[in-house]
């Protein structure tokens, strides 16, 4: 319980963070401290709000309603050496339908400032998870399928025992998932976290209105959710059966080179065309169904 | 039985008293009706879905019909109670969403209401009646009322072309309903249902292309594409409550259809199963691409009927292939999900037609794109039409989402079956299921972000009170509530389920049923959760802003405030980025004006859609008849003499026949 609130409550802005100073690092500055983020969002819960006379409760509700279901996705997700809390049969289908919820209420209350801007980035999100949702499905259904289980905690550990094909699956697993996160995410080369042109963003432009705490609780979803993820790219990596302290340093270790990776891939790439940013997220798919072909070929479903 | 005969009596008298009340009480005289009608009806079903015993009666006839049997058991009984309790919603929603036709010349009321009454009345047989003559009667009725009630607003060309649309097609799906009564019948020498498990055991290839016939026929019905084209016409075109029980109820009479067929069914081949299961994804998909390329509001409604007939058809077809690998944790949870489906279907897209009309009445447009800024105006009205939104895109909290999980369960089973092909496509129609998901979210955004939030897109002429009558939003407020029971209650649906799905699964065996009762209630434990954190981190939220300082402002636009509000984003906008991706499926066309000139004067830009079977099966096909028929045309002189010729060479040609055959 206490891993699981440090992991969600605090890593998140370290998270954020480590990603900042890569990139400063990369540009050649030194950045600001690690711990930077918690301070900006910190800030904003002592600031007043701005609401826009054209919005209904909509607009209100959605951050909190974005950030529980992240908190509850969080939760059904193994940290380590302790398992999910919520975790439970088939709890990767609630999984991705708990951020589809709080992808509902971010759409509306983009939809809900009546600004145009806005009203693109939410369709361009929309459009986007509709190439992230299958391809999650494909991806899990397939670990499932191997490890012949239903449930995060479930799949993990089997994964790890399956046979000698494990490694390359891991691998590719991996892989896939690292580009839901930069999908999920919205980091390069998806959308530009930093960019200065409204046209060209997608998340950041959603949230153009929002501000004091409102702003916040946004911040602090969208980082929480790139380290939900995170977390499940580490419970793929981390082998099972090393002692729990071990594991659960791996774990921190995985995150933070996860952050490293993304700030240096955000220093290093640029944005990729909006109309070719679904083949990016395909490759996801692929690797799912590549995953999938090479669990039927080589031993047609578990012994 | 008698209770449930009494409740169709009830209905029939209420119809009848209609008819003879003055406009501005007609509705309620039916309501009032129904009502007592629906309670027995429900104090009969409910009981017998919950397990009771099956209720029936014989009414006895000579040779050919035979006896018919009306039997009430577990499965009729599901289907009944949603028929009743949508229906007699959709009554009261009528009295508000009427009154400003009454009295009105070109609308007819009384023959409005007494058509409403008889239409109930054989939704609600259909599913009791176990005699194939009497089942097609009824089922031929049905079909009648409901193009009847379609063409209230006849002296639109419009709706009087989507009316015949509709008749036409549903004579194409009795076409084959009949071929299919009728071979079973030259074999069983028998109308009766009860006869119809004999054959089907006997001969199996035989019995599973009979079960193809019977499912394109009630597949018309239901509206699973290919054959779906009637429903994106005939659902604009009927009033509100129409709509809403023809899209809720009576499209589901055709699952009913199936699911009573797949009863005598003993021994399904693996084709039925996969192509069951391809035709529900086909559906599931295109109907929700379809949708989102629609603007207007009841049409978008209409092609979300054909997903969620896709879906419900991705559980049956799942606890076909369940009886075909004798998997019964596949069967159960297939036919599990696909039946709480219909049920969540009838509900939440009841809810959501009632609001539709409830905009339309309000602002006589359903183009979305004139829309918007409406959840100001209408603010219960959009509230339930949000749940309605939340419910079909299968959101946690609301009763769409236990269902895709239940179908997600058996997909689940499916690929640990250890069966390489059926994991295969498992998995695969998990990836279906989830875009499926993920485009309603994005249609489903797009409707009710662009109806009811931002700014109205041009001046809207809104009567003095601008929120629907109370007798509208009552039913609304009823199907929300029960979306979101259902949602948060999960455990509730095994009592529910229990009964009608034992004849389906043939397992009488429910202990896999208790691992997944733990499931669910630790699901309905999580979302408990997921409700109550949401409200303390808004509390937390607030608990900050109690201090600061909260400002109105105009949005802030990125400093370019808009000069007119057609500047906000459009639905044809909204949903550009996806279709430009699927555009060889929806088929589009567009005309532009470009800005020409250093100061241009004008420019335009039109986008439209059509349904590629529409345009590249039906419209052809319908050509073709049309011009095959043309060459008789001919021989319709209206010259009655020449009428009467015929006439008498018809009656030489008989006389030299007989004289022929008979030596």
Known sequence: ?303 | MNLFLAGIGFILLGGIFSLFRPDSSKGKTLVFFTGMGTLCILRQSIPILLGAVTDRIVLFFHPPIGPIPLILDPLAAFFVTVITLVSFLGTIYSIGYLRPYAGQKGYSLSSHYFLLSLFMASMLLVPVVQNALAFLFIWELMSLFSFLLILFEQKKSEVLEAGLNYLIAMQIGVMFLTIGFISIALKSHSWNFASFAEVFKADRSWSNGIFLVFFVGFGIKAGFVPFHTWLPKAHPAAPSHISAMMSGVMIKTGIYGILRMITFFPDPSLAVGYGVLFIAVASGILGVIYAIAEHDLKKLLAYHSVENIGIIGMGIGLGLLGLSYHNPLLAIFGFAGGILHVWNHALFKGLLFFGAGAVFQKTHQRNMELLGGLGKRMPYTAFFFLIGSLAICGLPLFNGFISEFLIFISLLNGFRSHQPFLSAVSVLSMGAMATIGALALLCFTKAFGVVFLGKPRQPIAIGETSEGTPSMLLPMGILGFFCLGLGVLPQLIFSILRYPLAPLARSADFSVMADLEKTLSHLAFVLCLLAGLTVIIYGVRSLCLKKSLIQKHRTWDCGYPATTTRMQYTAASYAAPFLSLAEFLVNRTSHKIKPEELFPQKASYQSHHRDIFESYVFTPAGAAIRGFLGLFRGIQSGNIQQYILYGLIFLVGVLIWTIGVIP
Not at chain 1, 130 to 156: H, M, Y
Not at chain 1, 158 to 185: C, D, K, M, R
């Open chain 1, 1 to 303: 319980m206490i891993v699981h609130l440090f992991f969600l409550l605090v890593l998140p802005c370290l998270f954020i963070g480590v990603i900042n100073r890569v990139k400063s690092l990369c540009a050649g500055r030194q950045g600001p401290p690690v711990i930077q983020p918690f301070f900006d969002i910190g800030r904003l819960f002592h600031k007043g709000q701005v609401i826009s006379s054209t919005t209904s409760f909509i607009f209100q509700i959605a951050p909190s309603v974005n950030l529980a279901t992240i908190v509850l996705a969080g939760l059904l997700i193994p940290v380590g050496p302790c398992p999910a809390i919520l975790g439970f049969n088939g709890d990767f289908i609630l999984f991705a339908y708990l951020l589809a919820l709080g992808r509902f209420f971010s759409l509306l209350a983009a939809m809900d400032t009546g600004n145009s801007f806005e009203g693109m980035g939410a369709s361009r999100e929309a459009t986007f998870s509709v190439w992230v949702e299958p391809a999650f499905f494909i991806l899990l259904g397939t670990l499932a399928f191997i490890s012949d289980q239903t449930s995060f905690g479930g799949i993990f550990v089997a994964l790890q025992h399956y046979n000698p094909w494990s490694n390359l699956i891991i691998t590719l697993g991996l892989v896939a998932l690292f580009i839901l996160i930069l999908v999920e995410g919205c980091r390069m080369p998806v959308d530009d976290p930093n960019t200065h042109l409204e046209l060209t963003m997608i998340h950041e432009v959603m949230v153009l209105d929002h501000s004091g705490p409102d702003l916040g609780l946004i911040l602090s979803a969208s980082a929480m959710k790139m380290v939900v993820l995170g977390l499940l790219i580490a419970d793929l990596l981390i082998p099972s059966g090393l002692p729990g302290w071990l594991t659960l340093l791996a774990t921190g270790g995985a995150l933070f080179f996860i952050a490293v990776v993304i700030g240096l891939l955000e220093s290093s790439m640029a944005r990729l065309r909006m109309v070719h940013v679904p083949q990016f997220i395909l490759v996801a798919t692929s690797i799912g169904l590549l995953i999938l072909s090479i669990a039927i070929f080589s031993q047609g479903g578990p012994g």
